[in-house]
């Protein structure tokens, strides 16, 4: 007896698979330079039959299972935990109450997610509030009906003075502060 996420399984074969990819480079004389091995993802084979007054519950939830990429555990001679890649069920006259099937197993890597949301505290400490953060521009409603003021060059000046913004100031020692 087998078990795949706590359903029972005759399985009859297990054949586990250990591929790597070798990479060669020519030589003039003699066999090929072997210079990097990589492992690939391990697989596993296996064939049995399901049986009992819940085989076909087992096989939808198998087929369930398969279909949606639902990372399953499987606990026979090897334990292994991967996704479905192939599932076949043929049916004959010899399994009365079940069927024979025919699965396969795939392992996979979940790759998590390197974004933050807010900054560890050892740098949130070191980043002082903002003092100013200037101001922002406004569209003014009533400037359509007034007439252009011809005398611009002083009042822009006074604008330089009015919109400076101060910069962000870091605590010394930070790795900010240069």
């Known amino acids: 007896m087998a078990l795949i996420d706590g359903k029972y399984i005759t399985v009859q074969s297990e054949s586990p698979d250990f591929p790597v990819t070798a990479t060669e480079q020519p030589v003039e004389k003699?066999?090929?330079l072997v210079d990097h091995v990589q492992a690939q993802a391990r697989t596993i084979s296996l064939s049995g039959?399901?049986?009992g007054p819940d085989a076909a519950k087992?096989?939808?939830?198998?087929?369930?299972a398969k279909d949606k990429g639902?990372?399953?555990k499987y606990v026979g001679r090897n334990a292994f935990t991967g996704i479905i890649t192939g599932f076949s069920t043929p049916t004959d006259y010899t399994t009365a109450n079940g069927?024979?099937?025919s699965l396969e197993l795939r392992e996979i890597r979940i790759a998590a997610s390197s974004y933050v949301d807010t900054l560890p505290p050892p740098i949130k400490?070191?980043?002082a509030p903002?003092?100013?953060s200037g101001t922002k521009q406004t569209k003014d409603k009533s400037s359509k009906d007034k007439p252009k003021d011809k005398g611009k060059?002083?009042?822009?000046?006074?604008d330089k003075n009015k919109d400076k913004v101060e910069k962000v100031k870091f605590k010394s020692g930070s790795k900010w502060n240069k």
């Open 30 to 32: 003699g066999i090929n």
């Open 49 to 51: 039959i399901i049986s």
């Open 58 to 64: 087992t096989r939808a939830y198998l087929i369930t």
């Open 70 to 72: 639902q990372i399953v």
């Open 99 to 101: 069927m024979t099937f």
């Open 125 to 127: 400490a070191q980043a």
């Open 130 to 132: 903002i003092v100013n």
């Open 153 to 158: 060059g002083k009042d822009k000046d006074k």
